[in-house]
């Protein structure tokens, strides 16, 4: 119990630095390998090209085809060394909500009412509810970008994370490196691989959500490499990353269509190091 606490504590401080996802502290979900469905629940106004973005690094995780250099389907790789073994991801059925049917200011027992709305692919699927920039969750900003947690007690309901865009809200938290960070060592903020601060932000909670999701009840996967995107990482400095000579954006991971992803360092349970990209 002592060890669980100053864990969490560790986490928070953490977080206040480098905007981690607070996913850890959440209870765990079942563990889940194989084939899985994932479903999208988008609440709130998405664009056509954010959704894009979004589901084209979904895609990207498992795809065969090869990219010429790092790639998010070797990052998520490092995930089939944990006992849960091999994960792959298959997109399943998509829901808008572009009219907040629940409103703009979303209480935390809603997001598990929201998963459910989407069933399919059972006890081997997860639903991710994505909102909008101006949609308000407890707990955004303040402790949290994001959860993950079995949808009911049902153990054939699958499991749910929530991710919130905080291009409006908390930038400098949620949506770190791309913005300058509220607490901590300040430096330059990078600049998005995809154009858009909220949404390669939300890229980087999702792919921490999912990776926790499947590894768990291992919560070191992500969390014990908070803040790394590449060698030579420090508190406030992202590390060494790829930049597009073009547009100058920052990037450790290319994608479907010509995407390209910034993407967290993953524990390497093999070599006990965090495990970057680039």
Sequence with gaps: MAYNYRFAILLVLLSATVGFTAAALKPPVRTLNGNITLNLIWYGKFTPIQ???????????????AAKGPSVASWWKTTEKYKTGVSTLVVGKQLLL???PLGKSLKSPYLRALSSKLNAGGA???TVVLTAKDVTVEGLCMNRCGTHGSKSSSVNSGAYVWVGNSETQCP???AWPFHQPIYGP??????????DVGVDGMIINIATLLVNT??????????????IFGSGAYPGYAGRVLVDKTSG????ALGLAGR???????????????????
């Design 249 to 252: 954006a920052s990037y450790n």
């Design 172 to 174: 400098g938290y949620c």
């Design 98 to 100: 572009e009219n907040y």
């Design 51 to 65: 959704r894009s973005i979004i589901v084209d690094f979904i895609r990207s995780i498992s795809s065969v085809t």
């Design 214 to 227: 499947v590894t768990n009840p291992s919560p070191e996967a992500v969390s014990a490499c908070t803040g």
């Design 260 to 278: 390209k992803y910034l993407l967290p360092a993953l524990w390497d349970p093999q070599t006990s190091t965090c495990k970057t990209m680039v």
């Design 124 to 126: 081997r699927s997860i």
């Design 186 to 195: 300040q430096s330059p903020p990078l600049v998005a691989p995809n154009g």
